[in-house]
């Protein structure tokens, strides 16, 4: 396949180009004009598109005859960042293009996500709060998967836990609300969070989900699967 990677510099978006390189996709990388040293170890062997990840111009051209989008939707700043970068990416991706965009468990499709106390009041002081440092626009994340939701493409919106970095445990399990048991560890390697993108895209069962992700090496994980982690990769326990 050929794939554009939306966020290419980016701890997450790194690792996705080396999964995706490794399975023999042609990549083009989208990253800040200030962030294209960071992929100088890739450079020679993707195609860099240098530009904000909300330039319309910058991914018309980024995804020309892609069959695949990888999307890191991250909302910095108070400038509709995240619902620009998903909306260019849902209006140049070619017609068939697989698309894939990446966001946290605080995004819920249907309102059957359970959350703790806890994660709601701090989801609602860190929107408040990093809104009027003019950090983040947590909202605008929101805004912008209500926007691919409501699409008509083939998307996929896969919602992380917490992460961390360490070796690949293998593909994630995923589940359809957070609040199922399988998830209650909160935790993925970050390139196994990358790992489930790029698989994504040859996954037709993930098309219009919302897969809630959490690492197949985790306790609660784990003691899904009977305490032996095994069974088919990527697995939907829910
Ligand atoms: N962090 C978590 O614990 C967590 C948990 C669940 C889900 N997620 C999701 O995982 C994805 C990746 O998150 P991550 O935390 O691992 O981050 P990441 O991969 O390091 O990605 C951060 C992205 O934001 C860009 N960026 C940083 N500062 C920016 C700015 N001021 N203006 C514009 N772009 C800027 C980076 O580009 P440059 O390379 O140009 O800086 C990079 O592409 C996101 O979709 C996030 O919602 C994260």
Known sequence: MKICIVGASGKLGQYMVRHALDRGHEVVGVCRERSVGKLAALADRITIVPGQTNDRDVIRRAVAGCDGVLTVLVPWGVRQYSSGTAKAVLDHAEPDARLVFS??????????????????TGLRVATWLTKALRLVEIDDQVLACRTIF???????????SDLEEGESQGLPVWSEHVGDPVLASNMTRRIDFALFMVEALTDDTLIGQVPAIVGRGTPSALAHAGGSGQGPAGDQVS
Do not use: E, K, M, P
Request: net charge positive.
């Open 103 to 120: 966001c946290g468990w605080h995004i819920s499709r249907d309102g059957q996500d359970r959350y703790s106390w806890l994660f709601r």
């Open 150 to 160: 409501d699409s008509d493409r083939r998307w996929t919106v896969v919602r992380g």
